[in-house]
């Protein structure tokens, strides 16, 4: 379960899925590429759009398997990328042993650029006090939405279908306040199989965060960072990178993507291999706009993850991975169902906001009865599967009927598998 670049075929290995690296074979044949070079270190080229004088300007950083191109696809590596590697796979006289051309040498600067030092100027104090302002008076606002929930009945409130909740997503947004938007947005998608019991505890939850926001002053600064990590107060990039990382061999074991309108979303689970930690990298891109980086189900990666703060930190950044280089040891799960609920209580203590558990069960048994989807353990405890994953069928296929590995979201109620470990590697779920 790991990637070690010491040939081309490593690089090939990064390919986010099968269709774009038979998109990069095709290029590679073609006929239309010029200034293909390199210099041992790097491996660059440009592919003509159409009939103008602009190109695709595609660059790959050999020793840490890094793709740079400034063509819209969504993949990284992208297509032109794996054709230039397919070159110095299997064709390397096209390639020129040479001095990088000048956008090369930009791409080169921009990927060993230090962070930008944190301003925090007066100018900045300003617009922050300005923009909790903004949000205190959205929760101010929600608080009154929540009691006339309260007054009105949850089942007045669901008769009245998704418009609600749509309309209080929008003022939250409006309001800066994303993490609460999106908990109507969630409730507005339900539909019709959604339940009394769902809406009173996501309701329980803002109000809870309601309260929390009024009294965030006397909160510990960490759970105070969870807080205004949840309302969409995030921290810079360049602040979290100053504080400590965790250097570790991190294994890829789930992915998870989604869009909001033209924001897209990614969500991907690492885990390391020494802290047996996971940490979760968050990734966004707009319309068309490729996601910086690939994570390939199943890679492992070197280097130290920076986490964001909190009492209980998941989320964090890995400014700077280079594949792991040898196999991944030590991958160990929850064999009963009470240990995982157990664990998740004390996180939940610790992190009220925790809307994403990972977890990983190494032994258990997927079961269709009815219209729900249980996992069993040897011990016959069950957990019940998320009602909207759509991937219950390929499930029992894959399982043939026996145990199987999985890993996947818990949220406190429903597990989401996103991916099987077996011998074989790892698969989406």
Known sequence: MSTKITSADDLLHLAGDAKT??????????KRWRLVGGDGQWLWGEFPF????????TAVELTTGRYFCNCRGRQRPCAHGLAIVLMLKNDQERITVGQP????RS????ATKPPAPVKDDLAATDRRSDRIDLMTSGVQELELRLLDVARRGIADTLAQGPDPFLSAAARLTDAKLPGPAGVFRRLAALGPDGNETDIARALGDLYLFVRAWKNRDELPKDRYGELAQFAGLKPKKEEILSRPGRNDHWLVLGVVEGAEDRLRFRRVWLRGEKSKRFALVLDYAFGEMPYERSWPLGASFQG?????PGSYPQRAVFPAPTPGG???DGLVGYEEI???????????ALN???YAYPVYLANVTPVVGGRETLLVTPNGETLLLDPNYEGKYRLLALSGGGSIAVFGEFNGYHFNPLSLIGGGGILAA
């Open 107 to 110: 791409v080169q600067h921009r």
């Open 50 to 57: 159409g009939n103008s004088d602009k190109a695709s300007e």
């Open 352 to 354: 009220p906001w925790l």
């Open 338 to 348: 009470k240990h995982l609920k157990d664990n998740y209580q004390k996180a939940l």
């Open 101 to 104: 051309p000048s956008w090369v």
């Open 21 to 30: 690296l038979e998109a990069g074979r095709r290029l590679f044949y073609s």
């Open 326 to 328: 040898r196999p991944y």
């Open 304 to 308: 130290a993850v920076h986490y964001y």
